[in-house]
Each structure stands twice: as C-alpha cells, then as structure tokens.
C-alpha cells in the first residue's frame, strides 16, 4: 500500500508534471500607437495647398487686361487669340471722333490690370475719325498761300482736301493758280467732300540752292529766305518741351547741302511744350485754379455759377468744393484756344429752410420750385407726398417732412388739405335758397356755391340736390375738409 501511495503522491500540486498542473489565466493588454500630430499637420496643410493650386489652375481668373486706348481692332484681335478668349464676347462701338484717329480705340470697358476669365464680356469704342458730314466753312482760298490752307487743311482734318504744286510763270509762288470741289459746292462743303487746290511754286527754277540752317530759329526766318530763294517750304507742326514756340526744330535737308531751285525744303516747327490734361477728380478748386495758372490754361465753364465764372457747381455725394467730372477728359493734349471745364461739388442739397422750428411755414408749392431748382444741378430728387386733415397748418403747407436728403433721394413730405368741419343741417335748412343763405350765416367756414338749372317758375330758388366739390355726398353730422365746398343746384326758371 504504502508503494501505491508513494506513486499516487508524486501527482501532488509540488510533485505533478507539468501538463497536470492547474492553468493560470494572465490577461495581456495591446498597446495602441500613439497619434502622429506631426503627420495630422502635415497632412491638412497639403490639403490646404492642394485647394488653392486647384483654384488657381481651374478656377481663379488668370488673364490680365491691357489697356487697348490708342491701339487698334487687330491688337484686340491678336491679344484674344493669344489668351484663347471665346470671340463673342467681344463688342465694339463706333463713334465719330474729332481728336482720335479713324481705326483707334477711345476706351474699354474693362480697366487695364483686372485680371478676367476667357469667357469674358468685354466692349470697346473705336473712332470712326472726324464726322464727315460736319459741314466746313470754306474761307478765301483765292487770297490764301500755301501754308494758311495746309493749316486750315490740317486743323480741320479735310482728308479729302489735295495740295497740289506746279511751276506757273503768271502766279507767284506758294499763291493760288485755282481749286475745285467735286461732289458739293462751296456753301454745301463738309469734311467728306473732295477738294484740289493748285498752288503755284513760280517760275521754272534755273539752278541750285544751297540750304542754311534753320534749327531754332523762327519759322519766318525760313520763310523769307524760301520765298527769295524760289523754294517750296513745307510746314510740319509737333510739340516740344525742349524748342519754344514758332522756333524750327529740325529740317528735311541739312545746312551746307543744295536743292534745286522751285525745290521742297520741310521744316519741322514748334508749338511749344504740350500741356496735357490731368485727372482733376477729387482735385480741390483751389489746386485746379493752381495748375490753370502755372500752365496758363483757361477755366471757361458753359455757365458757372462762381463769382469769376470759372467753374460750374452740381450736387454730388463727393465732399464739398471738389472736382466731380470735367472736360477735355484726362491725357487730352490741349490746343491753343482750348479751354478746361470743371464741375465742382455742392454735396448733398441742404433742405434746412423747410424744416426746424424757427422756419416760416411753406407751401407745398415751394418745395416743388426748390426741388425743380436743385435737380437742374444734378439733385436727381423725386418728391413724395401725403396729404392730411389738419386743424393747425393751413390747406396746401407743410406739415412735416424729411429732415435731410441725399443726391438721387426721395423728399417725403405730408401736405396738410386744412380743417376739418362738422356738417350739421336738416331738410329744411337745404331747402331752398334762401335757408342755404339762413343757414350758412351760422357755419360761415363751410364753403358753399350755387349752380342754377332750368326749371319751371313754380320751381325758383328750390333746391334740387346739393353734394360736395369732391363728388361725396352732403350728410349731417359728417366732417368735411377744409377745402371742400358744398355745391347746390337751384332751379332758375330763367336759365
């Protein structure tokens, strides 16, 4: 017994194999990778950049504008070739233009550096060159020379007008031989009609000319010496800032060399530095005055209102005293008898003298002429009136209004239509004439007319029907306004 014991005891808890010992249960816990923050970051600012790639690449406007003034429909052309703009989009609109050439741009609608889109809508004006159908007074060719009609050629932009020279032994130089006009007569010529004129260059030349200098030197200098000289001399006319005015800037043949006598010298003239126009909105009257002076320009408004007529004053949001609008526009060369025109601001309009408590009562009338005289410069208000029974204001005053408007505002005002009466009568206070008279002596405020109708003798002075000036119906204990009347009508055998 003891052996089998001995062998059973070797199971015991210290004495059992392994794979007889009780199993233990230990639990293991995972552990988690912590968050990346770095890499989170990273990653939403990729996808922030990728955005706004994507904008830019896809969406965003990329095409910048140009500025087209003073270029022509062929550089439109090729810029929206260039940039893949779809074509029907783009507008043009011609005008007549004394100051720009035929063929070139005045504006665009689209400002020079927006940046747009190839679908873009975009319009341009193009100058169709002087109205040709502008008509010219013609002055006394006959007795002109050949610089006094290029001149007047020139400054009125007679493009169909020809010059022409030839030798003529009976017509002194640079005087004229004769002209004719084709497609009008003298008091019916316009810009568009064709004009040639024949000036003479005198007799045949017999040698050559040695030429002189004549750079910065007055053109008559040049002029004397070519009318001795027999030599045909052409006047071209451009500004400088650097050779003062009516002195000769360069010429076609230079010092020391020859041309034939009844030969063509050209000589290039000055019409002094070119004052070119700035862009006075926002300048101050004072500051324009400032530059008209120091460049001797002439304010000369169509009607001002200053006391030295020099400006013109319109309403305007803009603030007091500055520039709203002028012409020439800005970048304009002027001429010589040129003139600027500036329009001032007078801010919004000042309705003060009909409102506070020390200002005389004023009739609706009133504001009307006030409105009427304010929208004559540029106010643009529009009135809005209701009208009300009131016992205080008389019929037709102000009762109250806005007490302050804007450039392109409304005025709203209430108008008052007087007192309001109470009516009170019987049968036989509208019987006849005599009782209306009876009893109007006791509410004499109530207006009253008679208006007599045929009717049998039997019938005068009896009332047929009364009712008020309005067309409402005359009751007892009603109130009726002020400016109301009753009308009677009252049979009068003799109508």
Known sequence: MSDNKDFLNQFSNQGKPASFQEEERIPVTKQRKPLNVKLLIGLLIAAIVLGILAYFLFFAPKIEVPNFAGKTKNDVAAWTKQQGIEQSGILFDERYDFDTDEGIIISQSIPEGKKVKN??????????????????????????????????????????????????????????????????????????????????????????????????????????????????????????????????????????KTIDEGGELIVTVSLGKAITVPNFIGWSKENISKWAKTNQVSLDPEGGHDNDGRFEYDYSGEPVGNCIKQTPAANTILKDDYSVHIWISKGHPD???????????????????????????????????????????????????????????????????????????????????????????????????????????????????CYRSDGKEVKTNTYMPENERIIFEIYDSNQ
């Not at 084709?182 to 017999?206: H, M, Q, Y």
């Not at 504001?367 to 009135?383: A, F, H, M, P, T």
């Not at 509208?430 to 009876?438: G, K, L, R, W």
């Open 351 to 465: 309705i003060s003298e009909f409102i506070g408590e020390d200002v005389t009562q004023k009739s609706l009338y009133e504001l009307e002429q006030w409105i009427e005289k304010v929208n004559i410069d540029s106010g643009r208000l529009s009135l809005d009136v209701v009208y009300e029974l009131n016992s205080l204001v008389s019929s037709g005053n102000i009762v109250s209004i806005v007490d302050e408007v804007r450039v392109g505002s409304t005025v709203y005002v209430t108008v008052s239509e007087g007192k309001n009466y109470l009516l009170k009568f019987d049968d036989t206070d509208f019987a006849n004439q005599e009782s209306v008279e009876n009893w109007h002596a006791s509410n004499p405020d109530i207006k009253y007319e008679f208006k007599y109708i045929p009717g049998d003798e039997s019938k005068n002075g009896i009332v047929k029907k």
């Open 119 to 256: 679908n873009v809508k975009m319009d341009f004006v193009i100058s169709l060159g002087a109205d040709p159908e502008e008509k010219i007074k013609v002055p006394d060719i006959k007795n002109m020379n050949k610089d006094e009609i290029q001149n007047w050629v020139s400054q009125n932009k007679l493009s169909k007008t020809r010059v022409m020279t030839a030798y003529n032994d009976d017509v002194e130089e640079n005087e004229v031989i004769d002209y004719s006009f084709s497609g009008c007569e003298e008091d019916t010529f316009t810009r568009g009609c064709s004009l040639r004129i024949n000036v003479s260059k005198g007799s045949a030349p017999a040698g050559k000319i040695t030429v002189e200098d004549f750079e910065k030197k007055l053109y008559e200098t040049a002029e004397t010496w070519a009318k001795t000289k027999k030599v045909n001399l052409v006047k071209v006319e451009q500004y400088s800032d650097k050779v003062e005015k009516g002195y000769i800037i360069s010429q076609s043949v230079a010092s020391g």
